[in-house]
């Protein structure tokens, strides 16, 4: 049982848009500004996509969007292309020098 | 270039120990945060450790506190993982990071642990 909870799937077709959420509590998401989204190809190195709830790297589309309300923070992508297909973890800062990551989203692109 | 390379994973037996490095390059690492890990076969990413720059604050996943010991020599740009007590569920590739960003991390690309007898 991860310490976040988002969908164990999500899909869009291409040029739509999908949001994935991640819902944690008011010890970690809910607390601190410190949500990052992460994209995962099988066998490759996870990348950084959003960092600070909502900032995006050098190098990252703007196609990915990332929001919080409350205790839940989502990424939205935009415009879907066939190589965004891929995992995507959520991770929040928990205070106390722990950090937690979601479960995972298995984004399809249809 | 940024550069984190992840060695010494392999075969190791219930209740043995094994010492992952990740050397660094590339950037001042003494200025980081620097993180482990992991990634169990089938399974998500889970967080393991975290250490500041100067070695003197560090944090722990409940599942490693007091079997893991995150640590580095500035020296040699390079980040260690002791484990000790090694369970089968330990099994996984074991990523080091560094937090490149507020709460964001940049990634090596992993040493494969395996616990078995």
């Known amino acids: 049982q991860s310490a976040l909870t988002q969908p164990p799937s999500a899909s869009g077709s291409p040029g739509q848009s999908v949001t994935i959420s991640c819902t944690g509590t008011?010890?970690?998401?809910?607390?601190?500004?410190?949500v990052s989204w992460y994209q995962k190809h099988p066998g490759k190195a996870p990348k950084l996509m959003i960092y600070?709830?909502?900032k995006r790297p050098s190098g990252v589309p703007d196609r990915f969007s990332g929001s919080k309300s409350g205790n839940t923070a989502s990424l939205t992508v935009s415009g879907l292309q066939a190589e965004d297909e891929a995992d995507y973890y959520c991770s929040s800062y928990a205070g106390d020098n722990n950090f937690e990551f979601g479960g995972g989203t298995t984004l399809t692109v249809l | 270039e940024v550069q984190l390379v992840e060695s010494g994973g392999g075969l190791v037996q219930p209740g043995g120990s094994l010492r992952l490095s990740c050397a660094a390059s590339?950037?001042?690492?003494?200025?980081?945060?620097m993180h482990w890990v992991r990634q169990a076969p089938g399974k998500g990413l889970v967080w393991v450790s975290r250490?500041?720059?100067?070695?003197?604050?560090?944090g722990y996943a409940d599942s490693v506190k007091g079997r893991f010991t995150i640590s580095r020599d500035n020296a040699k740009n390079t980040l260690y993982l002791q484990m000790n007590s090694l369970r089968a569920e330990d099994t996984a590739v074991f990523y080091c990071?560094?937090?490149?960003?507020?709460?964001?991390?940049?990634w090596g690309r992993g040493t494969l642990v395996a616990v078995s007898s």
């Open positions: 250490l500041n720059g100067d070695g003197s604050s560090s």
């Open positions: 008011s010890s970690d998401v809910g607390a601190y500004k410190y």
């Open positions: 600070e709830v909502s």
């Open positions: 990071a560094g937090e490149f960003n507020p709460g964001g991390l940049g």
């Open positions: 590339g950037f001042t690492f003494s200025d980081y945060w």
